[in-house]
Each structure stands twice: as structure tokens, then as C-alpha cells.
């Protein structure tokens, strides 16, 4: 949305943090092979054709499960790209989120 867009507070304090350590994540085990020691759960959105091949098992594990070696789990919500911002899906989100957090013991 607008709003967020073009609020470059939000975006420098939410945004890019998240997402520079998304990318140092991602870059740091394709040059050493670690992998990561957590699971990764992929939210996506079912009328998403950007994430198509994440609805599948085999898309799903050979993306994401050659970088880690606890598992890779989806949850899929109804919508495109932006699902989240549904409201009638962000609360599911929220609860997807905080029931993996509480099951991985994450506090």
C-alpha cells in the first residue's frame, strides 16, 4: 500500500532489516553450504503465480529444503501476493505465525 510505500521511517525501522537479513541468510549458505538449524515456513498465498511452485511438495522442498536441515512446512491462505493484507486472512496469519513460534519454543 501507499502508505507504507511511502513512509521511509516504517520501511527503514520494519522493512529493510528483515529483509537485509533475509538476504545474508540466503547469501551466506550458498557460499559456505551450512544450512540453517531452524525450520522454514513458507506463508503463501493461493492465487499467487509467483509462488505456484510453492503449493506443490516438490517445489516447496527443493527450493527451501536444500537450506535447512529442520524441515520445511506451508501453510497456504486464500488470496494473491498480498493475502496479509486481507483482514479477513490476517488473523490466521497472525495465529499460523504465533502457533509455529510457540511449537518451535520461540518466546
Known amino acids: 500500500p501507499d502508505e507504507i510505500l511511502n513512509n521511509e521511517s516504517f ?3 520494519f522493512v529493510l532489516p528483515p ?3 533475509d538476504f545474508q541468510v540466503i547469501c551466506s549458505a550458498s557460499e559456505t ?3 540453517a538449524t531452524v525450520p ?3 506463508l503463501v498465498g493461493d492465487d499467487d503465480p ?3 511452485e510453492l503449493l506443490d511438495d516438490g517445489g516447496l522442498a ?3 529444503g536444500l537450506r535447512t536441515a529442520a524441515g520445511v512446512e506451508r501453510v497456504v491462505f486464500a488470496g ?3 493475502f496479509i493484507y486481507d483482514p479477513s486472512v490476517g488473523l490466521r496469519v497472525l ?3 504465533v502457533a509455529r513460534l510457540a511449537r518451535f519454543g520461540a518466546s
Open 11 to 13: 520501511l527503514k525501522t
Open 19 to 21: 529483509l537485509r537479513a
Open 33 to 35: 553450504g551450512v544450512l
Open 40 to 42: 522454514v515456513v513458507a
Open 50 to 52: 509467483g509462488t505456484a
Open 62 to 64: 527443493a527450493d527451501w
Open 80 to 82: 494473491g501476493h498480498f
Open 95 to 97: 495465529d499460523a505465525v
